[in-house]
């Protein structure tokens, strides 16, 4: 072999070395890039799906805390209608309003636990969702049994003892039913956010 037929060779295996490292470049850079987009889009996602978990969980919180309040309230209804005018009237040096501006006060909170189930429904799975609408509709008839009840005693209603028995089983009931959500809430909440599940 002459020198000039080695140089061709050798400049032939070069081109050829050459082009099969561009080719080895172009293929493991679109496995990079490939690798890389996939990893921002998974990233993405679990930011998106901590997103949504966040804002369930802060919406359950509210509907929860909203709750509480109306069944605090619940109390002080009660507590103060069973009093007697004057020693009601001695309750507002503590800063606890009469059966009317308490019960006005409930309506209030009764209607931010209405809104506040509607943002929690739209973001929980439908059994929660029920779970919540049951809380909503106990708190409404618990309302409204306190409110008869509280009416009648104040105008010393032969239908009294009645009205006072359905209040008391329906805050009963209103309290059991909040008590189950909570729990319920508790568990759904202490576990792993059902999208790690999926993406392990």
Not at 21 to 40: I, K, L, M
Not at 96 to 102: Q, T, V, Y
Not at 162 to 178: E, G, H
Request: hydrophobic share 45%; with cysteine.
């Amino acid at each position: 072999m002459n020198d000039g037929w080695a140089a061709v060779v050798a400049a032939a295996i070069g081109l050829v070395g050459a082009a099969l490292g561009a080719v080895g470049g172009y293929v493991s850079g679109r496995a990079q890039a490939r690798s890389t987009v996939q990893g921002v889009q998974l990233q993405l996602s679990g930011q998106r799906a901590d997103a949504l978990w966040q804002a369930e969980l802060d919406a359950c919180a509210l509907f929860v805390d909203a709750c509480n309040r109306a069944l605090y309230k619940l109390g002080q209804v009660v507590a103060v209608s069973v009093l007697e005018a004057d020693q009601a009237e001695q309750l507002s040096v503590f800063g606890i309003g009469s059966r009317d501006e308490l019960l006005r006060e409930l309506r209030g909170i009764q209607d931010e636990c209405a809104l506040r189930e509607v943002a929690l429904r739209l973001r929980m799975p439908s059994a929660m969702a029920v779970s919540a609408r049951g809380v909503g509709h106990a708190l409404t008839t618990a309302t409204d049994g306190v409110y008869r009840w509280s009416a009648a005693r104040a105008i010393n209603a032969e239908n009294e003892q009645d009205r006072n028995r359905d209040a008391q089983a329906k805050v009963a009931n209103y309290r059991q039913l909040l008590n189950q959500f909570t729990i319920d809430a508790q568990e759904r909440y202490s576990k792993p956010h059902p999208a790690l599940d999926v993406a392990l």
